[in-house]
């Protein structure tokens, strides 16, 4: 599938006063000759961007969906060719790009057809020891201190990693690295350098991936609907103690490590943990 894309070309991080700055570029994504949405964003790997854009939205669900995907020589619009589009789906995804996947729309829709079961697990110093290997591969973050890195791992290695100025660009990025490589999503989880939006959440959700990491925190709402979509989060992920939010029972603790399971459904709906659905309850989180 790859004669279908052109790849964009890399560009150099430039230098003013010998101090890197990044480069920031709005892009146009065309799909079937109606504009979607403009990124602003880093212009690298801006193939993967659209695919993993589209597919998070619900456009293609995979490969199969796509005649073709172009960059212009400028790195200004990317014109992808679809096979079928549902109108009502290109208007949802078009409503999404707007209110950044809050809409009740879309997450009605994700909870009757996308719920991730999974008994995906991974050992806590395992999810540790790859966010420092992202950290290390994130050129351009250890350049400029000024872009967001997400990353695509399984149990033992990480997959893929792309760097942007948004969190959200850097995600679908390694989501399509993830399509354009046949990559399945639900055997891997996602790390991120950003706070944990609900749009992010729901972007794991799509490709039934069990687990989202991040060097920051979620949102309450993100806490939310992972917790009805059966996602688990972890914060903190890059300093000695993380902290999970839903679904503990996937990060496994040896005895000598601390996971602090924090349950913010708690105290945001103010009920009683005994009401809180059985995998998401503080003494689910295993120890071996």
Request: with cysteine.
């Amino acid at each position: 599938m790859t004669d279908i894309f052109t790849q964009c070309r890399r560009r150099e991080v430039k230098k003013i006063n010998e101090r890197a700055v990044f480069e920031e570029t709005p892009v146009d994504l065309i799909v079937n000759g109606k504009e979607l949405i403009t990124f602003l964003c880093t212009p690298q790997f801006l193939d993967e961007l659209a695919v993993g854009y589209l597919y998070s939205h619900g456009l293609i669900s995979g490969l199969d969906n796509i005649q073709s995907c172009r960059v212009s020589g400028d790195l200004r619009k990317i014109f992808v060719s679809l096979k079928e589009v549902p109108p009502e789906q290109y208007e949802l995804a078009h409503f999404l790009s707007i209110a950044y996947g809050n809409g009740s729309l879309y997450l009605n829709k994700l909870s009757r057809e996308q719920k991730v079961n999974s008994n995906f697990t991974i050992n806590q110093s395992k999810i540790q020891d790859l966010c420092r290997q992202m950290e290390s591969a994130a050129v351009l973050y250890r350049k400029t201190g000024g872009v967001h890195c997400a990353a695509l791992a399984n149990e033992s290695k990480l997959v893929a990693w792309r760097e942007d100025i948004g969190r959200h660009n850097s995600i679908d990025k390694v989501i399509g690295r993830a399509i354009l490589t046949g990559v399945d999503l639900s055997r891997h989880f996602i790390i991120t350098t950003g706070r944990i939006a609900s749009d992010m959440v729901l972007k794991t959700v799509v490709g039934r991936t069990p687990l989202m990491v991040s060097r920051s925190i979620p949102s309450n709402l993100a806490v939310e609907i992972a917790d009805k979509l059966g996602v688990t989060l972890v914060g903190r992920a890059f300093g000695p103690d993380p902290i999970v939010y839903t679904y503990p029972w996937r990060v496994v603790a040896r005895k000598q490590e601390k996971v602090i399971y924090k349950n913010l459904l708690f105290s945001i709906h103010n009920i009683s943990v005994d009401k809180l659905p059985v995998s998401n309850k503080p003494d689910n989180q295993r120890l071996v």
